[in-house]
């Protein structure tokens, strides 16, 4: 056993445990402007359906020893590309999810690139940073799993200076 982190790109037999990990309450609350209900299977299998058909999104599958235990991934919002990620929540707090991103910054190397996080997730913020991203910006939307608008940052690893997915 490594506890290396590894990306693959997205098999059929992940989605049952991309599936699994969303049914986490606490793991909906951070990330909060995750599904509507994530018990609904016909909603998660369409939305990877569309996702998976559409290739300008590069999803990949967060491996440790063969394990499925999260995924990352990079999509365009408009004009600009965000990036996203979910862990299994009984992995959190072990550097995984810092992992996986970094993986990812490599693999899509165009810049600037995007993310967002609700303001009170403390961890998926202190990720996001220590891979470069800064803080650029506010919004508020809708979160499904906490049934109420959320405030969130916009974050943008620049375009220009260090590359800080390699440190």
Same mark, same amino acid.
């Given at each position: ?10 098999r ?45 999104i590069?999803?990949? #599958? ?11 991934? #990079? ?67 809708? #979160? ?24």
């Open positions: 056993m490594t506890n290396e982190v590894l990306l693959r790109p997205v059929d037999d992940d989605l049952p445990a991309f599936f699994a990990h969303e049914q986490d309450p606490q793991a909906n609350w951070m990330a909060a402007f995750g599904p509507t209900d994530p018990s609904d299977r016909a909603a998660f299998d369409a939305h990877w359906a569309r996702i998976r058909a559409d290739p300008r590069v999803n990949r #599958a967060v491996t440790i020893d063969g394990e499925v235990v999260g995924r990352v991934a #990079a999509f365009p919002v408009g004009e600009q590309t965000e990036v996203s990620y979910w862990i299994d929540a009984a992995r959190w707090g072990r550097g995984h999810a810092t992992a996986a991103l970094r993986a990812l910054l490599r693999e899509v190397p165009h810049r600037p690139l995007r993310a967002r996080a609700a303001k009170d997730n403390a961890a998926s913020l202190a990720v996001l940073r220590k891979c470069g991203f800064v803080v650029v910006g506010e919004d508020s939307g809708y #979160a499904p799993a906490r049934r109420s608008e959320v405030e969130e940052y916009v974050l943008e690893l620049p375009a220009e200076g260090p590359d800080q997915a390699d440190r």
